[in-house]
């Protein structure tokens, strides 16, 4: 059976207040995007130079900056589903070095795909008076979907840059991308495009 992949709308730029924009980098730890790591993810070592240039952008703006990290126990559930990742102060959890939140950025420890599930992401983002999430990071269609996703369904705006997003196969970044332009009304676009004012 073959299927037609339905095209995927792009912005060529996307222009967002910094003060009401959060960059949120999703789980871009050493255990998915570092060679070493437990579950690497291939394509996210090649976007860690994009998603910095991203984070130079945002700080120079002014907009906040938030970082994910799956955090599990030595006996997560999860690990039924996956081999044994990011567990709670190792190595593998910690954000890969060339991406190093800076001391005042806000990190997410989560237990689930979804960044808001469990989580004060939602609190921080309404003190802050974000109305925008540029979301980034891996892996495309799991926990940036996830938390793209959940973003949009608290009616916060998502901006998806695909250039800072990766996947375990181009189908999954593909699906993720559809889902995210399709269903969640979100623009798709690349880091060159995302324009801060």
Excluded at 32 to 50: N, Y
């Amino acid at each position: 059976m073959t299927v037609d992949v339905p095209e995927v709308p792009r912005e060529e730029e996307v222009r967002l207040p910094a003060a009401e924009t959060a960059l949120i980098v999703v789980d871009m730890q050493n255990d998915f995007a570092h060679p070493d790591g437990a579950l690497f993810v291939p394509d996210a070592e090649a976007s860690i130079p994009r998603i910095r240039a991203l984070l130079d952008k945002a700080r120079a703006a002014g907009a906040r900056v938030v970082f994910t990290q799956d955090w599990h126990a030595e006996d997560d559930p999860e690990f039924r589903i996956w081999p044994r990742h990011a567990v709670a102060g190792t190595w593998g959890a910690e954000i890969v070095r060339e991406l190093t939140p800076l001391p005042d950025e806000t990190r997410i420890q989560k237990l689930r795909y979804d960044a808001f599930y469990g989580t004060p992401l939602e609190h921080l983002l309404r003190l802050w008076g974000v109305k925008h999430v540029v979301v980034v990071g891996t892996v495309a269609n799991i926990c940036v979907l996830h938390t793209a996703g959940s973003a949009a369904l608290r009616w916060f705006e998502v901006v998806l840059p695909e250039d800072g997003t990766s996947a375990l196969a181009p189908f999954d970044l593909a699906a993720a991308l559809r889902q995210v332009s399709f269903l969640y009304q979100g623009k798709v676009t690349t880091v060159e495009g995302v324009k801060f004012a």
